[in-house]
């Protein structure tokens, strides 16, 4: 790695899911890490109990001097922030967290795993597998993993499991062994301008992957042409993927059980800990990998039955007879059809209400038919205003849009200082509250109204 010569290393963001791992790693590796982020969270909280100060007001005394110091930053930050706009100005070696993720990962061998949907799970529980079964592995993960309780592992072997994020085109700046690319439905347009640009985003990081690259069924020909890894397909349940499951069956409190088949052989009776069959499909993913990796049959069982999920992910947090809550990180047409189709399959015949918080400007202007048609799928619809993160309100781009055209037989507007009398209105017998937002701060006061 290149930054030997630094004492310190500077975060602006440092709250954020792939900023706070970073950080992470280089406090586990004895540099004196500090940073800036907007609010207090529990990530942050988290990040001072270990030993990483953090501050929440821009504050130009708290940057280290600028020839000691790496400045990482996240291009969630505006450019006129002061801190960033002092760093630009001061001299300081200045880098986006993707550049110091990929620097991070030179020299090692390097699993990533890519794709609009699904790679955060995917990547979580290839490196449960590889952890489960004592290959070892460092692990930047997008999530915090339920079963580690962090987004970080360290491990002693030069294997390293990532994320590779598309947005900003952040995974070009990885090079990886295998990888594996999930999905590449049109998302980040705000980014790329057009599918078919973000498509070719994904042809040039698969023309990166050195030995093995793995691609959800029917998305292999817009990939075949730049990729020169060996290129294998996945699906869930089509038989002439290279890697799919078969014999799916559901069983008690919505466990799905399954054959993994596999040019390695066949794995029966595989059960995975979480619900969802596009939990079964990333599992078919994560597990591909590992087996390329060498990881036996008995250990990938073992690691898929007690692969506990991700924060955030069809997170179960009240579990009654009568009422169940979950929170899921959803904030795509896509994602919120499939994590509603899980919820049913898991629990037939009861009343659904979804809490939805759409997640930037352009996504809801770009997707908001598609927000509309996945929302029908619920009984009862309660709809927050839009989430703005990075972006300026953009004229007639409103919540009320989507849930106009929904099909709910149920459907009302609230905000957050209303969203549990809306609640308790709907009368739920499955609550999910869905969303990338600060919708993950009201999880502890519903979750405290239902105990």
Same mark, same amino acid.
């Given at each position: 790695m290149k &930054? $030997?010569?630094?004492?310190?290393? &500077?975060?602006?963001?440092?709250? /954020?899911?792939?900023? %706070?791992?970073?950080?992470?790693?280089?406090? %586990?590796?004895? &540099?004196?890490? %500090?940073? &800036?982020?907007?609010?207090?969270?529990?990530?942050?909280?988290? =990040?001072?109990?270990?030993?990483?100060?953090?501050?929440? $007001?821009?504050?130009?005394?708290?940057?280290?001097?600028?020839?000691?110091c790496l400045v990482i930053y996240t291009p969630a930050i505006p450019a006129d922030?002061?801190?960033?706009?002092? +760093?630009?100005?001061?001299?300081?070696?200045?880098?986006?967290?993707? =550049?110091?993720?990929?620097?991070?990962?030179?020299?090692?061998?390097? =699993?990533?795993?890519? /794709?609009?949907?699904?790679?955060?799970?995917?990547?979580?529980?290839?490196?449960?597998?590889?952890?489960?079964? !004592?290959?070892?592995?460092s692990a930047f993960m997008g999530g915090l993993s339920k079963n580690y309780s962090t987004n970080l592992l360290i491990g002693k072997e030069p294997v390293i499991v990532v994320e590779a994020d598309e947005f900003d085109r952040s995974f070009h700046q990885l090079w990886p062994e295998n990888a594996i690319i999930t999905s590449m439905d049109a998302d980040h347009l705000d980014i790329y301008g057009t599918h078919a640009n973000l498509i070719e985003a994904f042809r040039v990081f698969a023309s990166q992957v050195g030995g093995a690259v793995l691609v959800k069924k029917g998305l292999e020909d817009e990939i075949r042409p730049t990729a020169k890894a060996k290129l294998y397909t996945y699906s869930l349940d089509d038989s002439s993927a290279d890697f799919h499951a078969s014999d799916i069956e559901l069983r008690e409190q919505g466990r799905l059980y399954f054959t993994l088949n596999s040019p390695y052989g066949n794995v029966s009776d595989c059960h995975l800990g979480v619900i969802g069959r596009h939990n079964i499909e990333n599992a078919v993913a994560a597990s591909a990998l590992a087996l390329m990796e060498g990881v036996g049959f008995d250990k990938l069982k073992e690691a898929l039955a007690s692969?506990? !999920? +991700?924060?955030?992910? =069809?997170?179960?947090?009240?579990?009654?007879d009568?009422?169940?809550?979950?929170?899921?990180?959803?904030?795509?047409?896509?994602?919120?059809?499939?994590?509603?189709?899980?919820?049913?399959?898991?629990?037939?015949?009861?009343?659904?209400?979804?809490?939805?918080?759409?997640?930037?400007?352009?996504?809801?202007?770009d997707f908001n038919d598609e927000f509309a048609s996945a929302l029908s799928q619920v009984d009862s619809l309660i709809m927050l205003p839009i989430y703005p993160a990075r972006e300026l309100p953009i004229p007639g781009v409103c919540s009320e849009n989507i849930l106009?055209?929904?099909?709910?037989?149920?459907?009302?507007?609230?905000?957050?200082? !209303?969203?549990?009398?809306?609640?308790?209105?709907?009368?739920?017998e499955v609550l999910v509250t869905f969303g990338a937002g600060d919708i993950s701060n009201l999880t502890e006061p519903i979750r405290e109204n239902y105990r």
């Open positions: &930054y $030997e010569n630094f004492k310190y290393v &500077y975060f602006i963001g440092i709250g /954020g899911i792939g900023m %706070s791992a970073l950080a992470r790693y280089f406090n %586990s590796k004895g &540099y004196l890490v %500090s940073g &800036y982020d907007r609010c207090p969270s529990d990530i942050t909280d988290a =990040l001072a109990k270990e030993g990483i100060a953090v501050h929440f $007001e821009a504050d130009l005394k708290a940057i280290p001097p600028y020839d000691q922030f002061p801190e960033l706009k002092a +760093v630009r100005e001061g001299g300081y070696r200045l880098v986006k967290r993707a =550049l110091a993720l990929g620097e991070v990962t030179k020299g090692q061998r390097c =699993l990533a795993v890519s /794709g609009t949907h699904g790679k955060t799970t995917t990547s979580t529980l290839l490196a449960h597998i590889l952890t489960v079964a !004592g290959k070892g592995c692969f506990q !999920g +991700v924060t955030h992910r =069809l997170d179960l947090l009240v579990s009654k009568d009422f169940v809550y979950i929170h899921d990180y959803a904030h795509h047409p896509v994602e919120l059809s499939r994590s509603i189709q899980a919820i049913r399959e898991a629990y037939p015949g009861r009343k659904i209400t979804a809490v939805f918080q759409p997640h930037l400007y352009t996504r809801t202007r106009e055209k929904s099909q709910c037989p149920e459907k009302t507007m609230s905000d957050k200082a !209303g969203v549990l009398e809306a609640i308790q209105k709907s009368n739920p």
